[in-house]
């Protein structure tokens, strides 16, 4: 999120949400206001060293491999990634992990 942040802006807003949904899986939401995807690349994000613009090609400031990983361990752990976001209007990312066991914490 830091790395494609806008420039315009000093930060980034990120959001982190836990819930549980209808499918009686843990869900983790990760949102950010920077500048976002368009709406065809929302399954290619998480391609092998994908760039989805000039800004992210510097090798500097990255790989292109980190949500290619985070989907290969959340696939193997029988779970479900995806991305929400549009130009200009943040990014989102759901990881959905299914529950195995709840334990009450006291």
Do not use: C
Request: charged content about 30%; cysteine-free; overall charge positive.
């Amino acid at each position: 999120s830091l790395k494609y942040k806008k420039p315009d802006k000093e930060f980034v807003n990120i959001s982190v949400f836990a819930k549980i949904n209808s499918d009686n899986m843990f869900e983790l939401i990760f949102s950010d206001d920077g500048i976002g995807i368009r709406p065809d690349e929302k399954e290619k994000i998480f391609d092998r060293f994908y760039r989805s613009d000039e800004a992210r090609s510097n090798v500097r400031n990255g790989s292109g491999i980190g949500l290619t990983l985070v989907k290969q361990i959340v696939i193997r752990h029988n779970g479900k990634i995806s991305a929400i976001g549009d130009t200009g209007k943040g990014l989102t990312i759901v990881l959905q992990l299914p529950i195995t066991a709840i334990k009450e914490i006291d």
